[in-house]
């Protein structure tokens, strides 16, 4: 990996629930997301073009895979505004836990949430 490598190739978002987990994300950051048939695993992607580089990730649904609050935190793109997808998160069946808070002028600003199936997950944004 050199310095031009993104750091972060894939992700996978434990679910108890895989259809209730992909409404929840679906929900709150306004996508569609895809389910990928690998037998016993449950997965669902989020949307990613392979070609454009950027890093891709889904739900996933397993014996294998136990959502946690206190493990490894991701940050999903919540661009352009922080505060619309924020504000879905409640009624969709999400808790937040950390409140907006701005990062520094340069960087944007965060947010964590626990999600439907009880996974502790970050939001950024530029605004």
Not at 11 to 35: G, H, N, V
């Amino acid at each position: 990996m050199d310095n031009h490598t993104n750091a972060l190739n894939w992700f996978e978002i434990p679910a108890t629930d895989i259809e209730r987990a992909q409404k929840f994300y679906e929900t709150i950051l306004a996508i569609k997301m895809s389910p990928l048939p690998l037998g016993e695993l449950k997965m669902v992607t989020f949307p990613v073009n392979p070609e454009s580089g950027r890093v891709g990730g889904a739900l996933v649904q397993h014996e294998m895979y136990t959502p946690v609050d206190n493990g490894v935190l991701i940050y999903l793109n919540a661009n352009p505004g922080i505060q619309t997808v924020i504000d879905r998160i409640e009624p969709a069946g999400g808790r937040l836990s950390v409140p907006k808070t701005q990062i520094s002028p340069e960087i944007g600003y965060m947010c964590v949430f626990i999600d439907t199936e009880g996974n502790r997950i970050a939001l950024h944004a530029q605004n």
